[in-house]
């Protein structure tokens, strides 16, 4: 039996409509004895992440966190920060034409208390029919609570809506939360996800 198309598109953020380039923190490194890859790191460990992606900490708490772990300098975390990468414009196509065809789209995302700041930055403001942050709810992917929450923003059951995102444990936790999903791998995704949303 052929699958029906999903009628609501729910996008992740990071890693997938936005990216990050490696290359974009020229000597950094030299002028602040500490790599890029070292701040990323420790901000990713998960007692420090998780209070920042379900809104306990500020953004700024974070940071503050990361440079008393690492040792950087207040100037190097401001800088580090200050590159908020840049969005990929053919996902940004895609979205657009989901909206153009009748499919409602949310973006959903771990993200920390400025994610709104950031979408204002890339003049995403008006972009998606919802916006579900894990700071905003309190609680993040890939929670049942979240995925439920997400799905009520659009008004579409889980079994209609589809997941595109780059990590496996949050595409893992839809499926269990009775959403179809795809791992991201890169614009050649593109085909197969305008097919699955018949546009």
Wanted: hydrophobic share 45%; with cysteine; proline share 5%.
């Amino acid at each position: 039996m052929r699958r029906r198309p999903a009628e609501a598109l729910l996008i992740d953020f990071d890693g997938v409509l936005r990216q990050y380039d490696p290359d974009a923190y020229p000597g950094f490194e030299q002028r602040h004895g500490i790599a890029p890859s070292v701040l990323l790191d420790s901000g990713l460990t998960w007692g420090r992440l998780l209070p920042a992606i379900t809104g306990y900490w500020t953004r700024q708490q974070w940071l503050d966190e990361i440079a008393a772990d690492t040792g950087a300098s207040a100037q190097a975390l401001a800088e580090w920060d200050a590159y908020r990468g840049r969005i990929d414009e053919p996902v940004l196509e895609f979205v657009r034409a989901a909206r153009a065809a009748g499919r409602k789209v949310a973006l959903v995302t771990n993200a920390t208390d400025d994610l709104r700041d950031d979408l204002s930055r890339f003049g995403l403001d008006a972009e998606f029919d919802a916006v579900i942050s894990s700071a905003e709810l309190r609680t993040h992917k890939p929670t049942k609570e979240f995925f439920a929450a997400a799905c009520q923003a659009v008004q579409t059951s889980p079994d209609r809506c589809l997941l595109v995102d780059d990590t496996d444990r949050h595409i893992r936790g839809a499926r269990v939360a009775g959403l179809s999903a795809m791992r991201w791998t890169g614009p050649a995704d593109l085909p197969y996800l305008r097919a699955a949303l018949s546009i």
